[in-house]
């Protein structure tokens, strides 16, 4: 059975710019979470999607937003880039009810 | 906001000897999860302790969920190299902000040979 599957692996955007990011969850799996790991600061949740609609949001600016779809991928939008944005994101998948998160790969996005 | 809290940061040890890491939450968790991460990689889920006071073991990981559900610990006996990594406490947050798994900042295991 295929894993959290998450493109690209990495990312190189200057300041301004938008970076586009994918998740697709394992098979099964109606949930989509998104988290941002900087360096040195743990894992910062993003957002969490549900059967297309998205049910709850942590603290980032608006130019953070997302999307699910009906196949339950997802993707990750960033505008505006800041240098301080760069970071691995990751996407992880579970079932509706919140229990173990699957982590995808992560990707590595760095904002020159 | 709900805070989940680890200590400590970092933590060096020999092989063979023991380790622990604790976790401390600002508000009562209905479960709480470990994960961890090894250097380069994604987390990956460890456990989920429920029960207040409850006790879960794997192999050399002894998991402790405390009685008031706020804390938690995970020890491991006898490190090997293959323990390296960071390792995560995650607690749900409650009411409004159902879904969100707040993450302690981990902790860094090193284990010299």
């Known amino acids: 059975e295929a894993g959290v599957t998450q493109s690209p692996t990495h990312l190189i955007k200057t300041r301004g710019q938008q970076a586009t990011l994918r998740c697709s969850p394992i098979?099964?799996?109606?949930?989509v979470y998104w988290y941002q790991q900087a360096l040195g600061l743990g894992l910062q949740f993003l957002l969490w999607y549900d059967e297309g609609e998205e049910r709850n949001r942590g603290n980032f600016p608006p130019r953070f937003s997302g999307r699910q779809f009906p196949n339950y991928s997802s993707e990750l939008n960033v505008n505006a880039l800041e240098l301080e944005d760069s970071a691995l994101y990751l996407c992880?998948?579970?079932?509706?009810?919140?229990?173990?998160?699957?982590f995808g790969e992560g990707s590595r996005l760095t904002v020159l | 906001g709900q805070q989940v809290m680890q200590i400590p940061q970092y933590q060096h040890v020999q092989e063979g000897e023991d380790f622990t890491t604790y976790c401390n939450s600002s508000?009562?968790?209905?479960?709480i999860q470990w994960y961890k991460q090894r250097p380069g990689g994604h987390p990956v889920f460890l456990i989920q302790?429920?029960?207040?006071?409850e006790v879960k073991k794997q192999k050399r990981l002894t998991f402790q969920f405390g009685e008031a559900k706020k804390n938690s610990s995970l020890h491991i006996t006898a490190t090997q190299t293959t323990d390296v990594g960071t390792y995560f406490c995650a607690g749900p947050s409650g009411g409004t902000s159902y879904g969100k798994l707040t993450f302690g900042q981990g902790t860094i295991l090193t284990v010299h040979p």
């Open positions: 098979s099964g799996h109606t949930s």
């Open positions: 508000t009562t968790l209905s479960n």
């Open positions: 302790l429920v029960k207040s006071g």
């Open positions: 992880a998948s579970s079932y509706p009810s919140p229990g173990e998160l699957f």
